[in-house]
C-alpha cells in the first residue's frame, strides 16, 4: 500500500485568501496524483488529474503542482463555494488511496 | 449529461449479503474502468475496488480489507456495475459509491486515471 497524508487535516481561511493543501506519499508515485472536492452530503467531484491537469470546467483558481512524493493544491483566491473539504488521491499502484482529507472552513 | 446511479443499500445483519447495482448513462461503461468508493459518515474515502474494461480483459482488482469477500461485475450490454457483498462485517457500514476512472493523456501519455464520474451514493448499515 502506499498512505497519502495530507496537511492541514483542517484550515481556517476567508474568501479572497490564498490557500495551500499538501499531500505526501511515502514513496514516489511520479505524477499520478488526483485532487478531489466533496461538500457535506455530496459526492466528490474531481478537480484535477496528473498532478497538475484541471479537469474541464473546474475554476482556474485552482492549481495542482508537485511530483515523486510531494504535492500540493492551491487555490488561488477562496471564493465562498470553495469550502468543502479536499482529497488527494494516488494512482499510481493498486490499492488505490486517498489522503485522510482536509476541511477548509471559514 | 454523465450519470451514475446507485441502488441496493440497506440494513443487513453481519455475516448476510447484499447486491448494489449501478446504472450508467450518457456514456459507454465498456470504455472505462468502474470501481466502488466507500466512505464511513463523517470520515475519509475508502476505495472498495475496481472492474477494467474489456480492453483490459475484463480484470478485478480489490482492496485488502473486502478480497475475499466482495465481488465487482459488469454488465456492459446494460451499462451497469455491480458490487456482491458476502459476509458482511460491521466495519463495512458505510456509503458506498459507484466510479468511473476516466482516463486521461498527458504529454502524449495516456496512463492517468482519475475517478470523473460519481454516483450520489447507496448507504449500506450492518447491524445486528
Known amino acids: 500500500d502506499i498512505p497519502m497524508t495530507q496537511s492541514p487535516s483542517s484550515l481556517s481561511a476567508s474568501v479572497g485568501d490564498r490557500v495551500t493543501i499538501t499531500c505526501r506519499a511515502t514513496?514516489?508515485?511520479?505524477?499520478?496524483l488526483n485532487w478531489y472536492q466533496q461538500k457535506p452530503g455530496k459526492a466528490p467531484k474531481l478537480l484535477i488529474y496528473?498532478?497538475?491537469s484541471l479537469k474541464s470546467g473546474v475554476p482556474s483558481r485552482f492549481s495542482g503542482s508537485g511530483a515523486g512524493t510531494e504535492f500540493t493544491l492551491t487555490i488561488s483566491s477562496l471564493h465562498p463555494e470553495d469550502f468543502a473539504t479536499y482529497y488527494c488521491?494516488?494512482?499510481?499502484?493498486?490499492?488505490?488511496?486517498f489522503g485522510q482529507g482536509t476541511k477548509l472552513d471559514i | 449529461e454523465m450519470q451514475l446511479v446507485e441502488s441496493g443499500g440497506g440494513s443487513v445483519q453481519p455475516g448476510g449479503s447484499l447486491r448494489l447495482s449501478c446504472a450508467a448513462s450518457?456514456?459507454?461503461?465498456?470504455?472505462?474502468?468502474m470501481g466502488w468508493v466507500r466512505q464511513v459518515p463523517g470520515k475519509g474515502l475508502e476505495w472498495v475496488g475496481r472492474?477494467?474494461?474489456?480492453?483490459?480483459?475484463?480484470?478485478?482488482e480489490y482492496a485488502a480489507s473486502v478480497k475475499g469477500r466482495f465481488t465487482i461485475s459488469r454488465d456492459d450490454s446494460k451499462n451497469s456495475l455491480y458490487l456482491q457483498m458476502n459476509s458482511l462485517k460491521t466495519e463495512d457500514t458505510a456509503v458506498y459509491y459507484c466510479?468511473?476512472?476516466?482516463?486521461?493523456?498527458?504529454?502524449?501519455?495516456?496512463?492517468?486515471?482519475?475517478?470523473?464520474?460519481w454516483g450520489q451514493g447507496t448507504t449500506v448499515t450492518v447491524s445486528s
Open positions: 466510479v468511473r476512472e476516466g482516463g486521461y493523456c498527458v504529454n502524449d501519455v495516456c496512463y492517468y486515471y482519475a475517478m470523473d464520474v
Open positions: 450518457g456514456f459507454t461503461t465498456s470504455d472505462h474502468y
Open positions: 472492474g477494467k474494461n474489456p480492453g483490459h480483459g475484463y480484470t478485478t
Open positions: 514513496e514516489s508515485i511520479s505524477n499520478y
Open positions: 496528473a498532478t497538475s
Open positions: 488521491q494516488q494512482n499510481y499502484r493498486t490499492p488505490l488511496t
